[in-house]
C-alpha cells in the first residue's frame, strides 16, 4: 500500500500538471494537483526526516497542521462539474478531521505519528504469516 500511494500521489499530481501545461486542464488544476499530492504524503508519512514535503513523521509543531487546515477547507469547496459534491471528497475531509482527533484526543499527542502505520497493510501481514505458518491448508483450524 505504501508503495501504491507514493506512486499515484506523485503519477498523478506530474500527469495533472503536464495536462494543465498542455492546455487539457485549466491552469487552477495545478492547486489541486499540490493539494493531493501533499494529502498523499502526509496520510503516507514514514521517515523521522523526509526531503519530501510532508513526508516526514507528524509532530505537535510540525506544519502538518496548518496544511491539512488549507486542504480541508480547499476540499470543501472543491465542486467537480455537474455535481454538488464527490463522496471521495467527503472521505478526504473526514479522514482529516479523524487524523487529528486520533492525535490529539485518542492517543494524547504522543511524540510523533507515522501514518503509514494506520493503514491495513500491518493487520495483512499479520495474517499472511498466521496463513503461512498453517502451511497448505485450505481450510485450517484453530
Known sequence: ????????????????????????????????????????????????????????????TSAHWQFLEMAD???????????????????WRHNIRALEILYFEVLGEPYCLMTNRLNQDCIESFFCQIRVSGGSQDNPNA
Open 1 to 60: 500500500m505504501k508503495l501504491a500511494t507514493q506512486v499515484l500521489s506523485h503519477s498523478v499530481s506530474a500527469a495533472m500538471t503536464v495536462l494543465c501545461k498542455l492546455g487539457v486542464l485549466a491552469i487552477g488544476h495545478l492547486a489541486t494537483a499540490e493539494v493531493f499530492d501533499k494529502l498523499f504524503n502526509c496520510f503516507n508519512s514514514y521517515s523521522l526526516d523526509s526531503s519530501t514535503h510532508n513526508h516526514h513523521v507528524i509532530t505537535k
Open 73 to 91: 477547507e480547499y476540499v470543501m469547496k472543491l465542486t467537480p462539474p455537474g455535481s454538488s459534491s464527490l463522496p471521495c471528497l467527503n472521505r
